[in-house]
């Protein structure tokens, strides 16, 4: 948990910058979607690109951590949704974990820049800051190799886009202080929750399971709003147990605990708030915060009907 431009970001050895250092955002991702030059806006404004985005690597860490799973992802990916459906959980955990921590600690370099005043200040959130201890402790499993003992550290979840309606190619978004990253390669969307030790898609398997389908991209966004606001609601920091490591062991084994006596793991779930969610999710529609909430006790739904009935959209307006 040092950041700086002279440490590398998964091991803390001294890295020599700027050429000890991995693109957030893999090589073959900038290619095959053309990103080099697209911009991204950071929270204090100011704008990089998605070559610009680079977190310091060690050599070895680089070659035999970040390469490795790339390269992994990148086959996937070429292959589709199958295939990345395939691949192990904690592989798609690691691989969208580095994404998240080369954005976040990003902005939080930004933030010490003394000159840098942002709007959101993410250092100062001290629960945002337990919840990335938490989460770097899971995410060493890049490095070292990690079993997790009847847990899942994160909640994954992949989603098919219908292509028929749909024209975005790649896009990502984040939430960092709920630690929600969600990204689109071509008709697949992949999101995660990355600490909530697999809680939220327990809490959302009916939902899950009903969107295992082609869906609608203002469905897929209703969906991401679930999560997102889930992860929102979210009220625990669960806490990791290293067993001891005895000699001969290849592996350390983690456990976990989550404190649910002192406190609810979710916050009460309202309705006014998940209708803003939706209302940020549906940007690209335009969907009015009162046609959203038009019935407050059931708002705006496109992957159900009235009566909990899962929906077919073919385009939207209708
Ligand atoms: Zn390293």
Not at 117 to 122: I, V
Not at 273 to 288: F, N, T
Not at 308 to 316: A, P, Q
């Amino acid at each position: 948990m040092r950041f700086g431009p002279e440490q590398c970001f998964l091991c803390g050895r001294p890295t020599t910058p700027p050429t000890d250092s991995v693109p957030v955002f893999a090589p073959w991702l900038q290619e095959r979607y053309q990103l080099a030059n697209r911009q991204i806006l950071l929270l204090d404004q100011s704008v990089v690109t998605y070559s610009d985005l680079r977190i310091p690597c060690c050599p070895r860490c680089h070659t035999q951590h970040v390469a490795p799973l790339e390269a992994t992802v990148e086959k996937a990916a070429a292959q589709g949704l199958d295939a990345i459906r395939a691949l192990d959980e904690k592989t798609l955990f690691l691989w969208l974990g580095k994404m998240f921590y080369g954005v976040l600690v990003t902005e939080l370099l930004t933030e010490l820049d003394p000159l840098v005043k942002p709007r959101y200040p993410l250092a100062e959130n001290a629960q945002m800051l337990r919840r990335f201890q938490a989460f770097f402790q899971t995410f060493q499993a890049l490095r070292v190799p990690i079993v997790f003992e009847d847990f899942s550290p994160a909640s994954v979840f992949v989603l098919e886009v219908d292509p028929q309606q749909d024209t975005v190619p790649f896009e990502y978004d984040d939430d960092l202080t709920t630690m929600t990253f969600s990204i689109k390669l071509d008709n697949v969307v992949i999101m995660a929750c990355l600490f909530d030790n697999g809680i939220i898609r327990q809490a959302m398997r009916r939902v899950y399971t009903d969107a295992q389908r082609p869906l609608h991209p203002i469905q897929v966004a209703e969906f991401k709003a679930r999560v997102y606001y889930a992860a929102y609601l979210f009220n625990v920091v669960p806490d990791y147990f290293p067993r001891p490591v005895q000699a001969g062991d290849d592996h350390i084994v983690y456990d976990t605990l989550i404190d649910d006596i002192t406190s609810e793991v979710f916050n009460p779930w309202e309705n006014s708030a998940y209708g803003q969610s939706l209302l940020e999710m549906w940007k690209r529609w335009q969907i009015p915060l009162s046609e959203i909430l038009r019935d407050p006790a059931q708002p705006l739904s496109f992957l159900y009907d009235a009566d909990g009935v899962s929906r077919n959209i073919e385009k939207y307006p209708v």
